[in-house]
Antibody
Framework: DVQLVESGGGLVQPGGSRKLSCAAS????????MHWVRQAPEKGLEWVAY????????YYADTVKGRFTISRDNPKNTLFLQMTSLRSEDTAMYYC??????????WGQGTLVTVSA | DIQMTQSSSSFSVSLGDRVTITCKAS??????LAWYQQKPGNAPRLLIS???SLETGVPSRFSGSGSGKDYTLSITSLQTEDVATYYC?????????FGAGTKLELK
């Protein structure tokens, strides 16, 4: 079965940094592009970033460009999101998701990041 | 950026109802539209891609239609397990964008 397990969330001070991970199993990770999507508490979904299977293509939402970095380690079947200069508006559940030609075929259960003093 | 508008943020439904949820894009998205279902405390689940293609395992009471800027998700004979929030998402261009969601609540 496909599994995506996010980790690394927690309480972070404004201006701080955090690195999220997404451990993948049950599919050939190196063959698929991957996304991060977030959801602020009681709010809707916001796409954050995309990385292609071989890391050659990367896109970011304008709201995180220059502050967040998406990366992946294919031999370790792991996706990352390095977040810096965090703001209160970055508080959200962060989901990793498998790309299927730019829609989201399968989602992990998410990891919660709270940015607060 | 393409804006996705779901006309209703919520509405009350009864079991057995036929439900139609609408989604309008700010420009033509050429059927590059997906629908997701999200239940409280859970991650979203893909229901439909390409505006009309039902994902494997999704009950046939769900269907999608539309073209151009206007799309709909229909549920025939609503079941208890269908009470959830539904999101549309366009993938015609980046940034990928979602509608604000439509929450179904039982009367």
């Amino acid at each position: 079965d496909v599994q995506l397990v996010e980790s690394g969330g927690g309480l972070v001070q404004p201006g701080g940094s955090r690195k999220l991970s997404c451990a993948a199993s049950g599919f050939t990770f190196s063959s698929f592009g991957m996304h991060w999507v977030r959801q602020a508490p009681e709010k809707g979904l916001e796409w954050v970033a995309y990385i292609s299977s071989g890391s050659s293509t990367i896109y970011y939402a304008d709201t995180v460009k220059g502050r967040f970095t998406i990366s992946r380690d294919n031999p370790k079947n792991t996706l990352f999101l390095q977040m810096t200069s965090l703001r209160s508006e970055d508080t959200a559940m962060y989901y990793c998701a498998i790309d299927a030609s730019a829609w989201f075929a399968y989602w992990g259960q998410g990891t919660l990041v709270t940015v607060s003093a | 950026d393409i804006q996705m508008t779901q006309s209703s943020s919520s509405f009350s439904v009864s079991l057995g109802d036929r439900v139609t949820i609408t989604c309008k894009a700010s420009e033509d998205i050429y059927n590059r539209l997906a629908w997701y279902q999200q239940k409280p405390g859970n991650a979203p689940r893909l229901l439909i891609s390409g505006a009309t293609s039902l994902e494997t395992g999704v009950p046939s009471r769900f269907s999608g239609s539309g073209s151009g800027k206007d799309y709909t998700l229909s549920i025939t004979s609503l079941q208890t397990e269908d009470v959830a929030t539904y999101y549309c998402q366009q993938y015609w261009s980046t940034p990928l964008t979602f509608g604000a969601g439509t929450k179904l609540e039982l009367k």
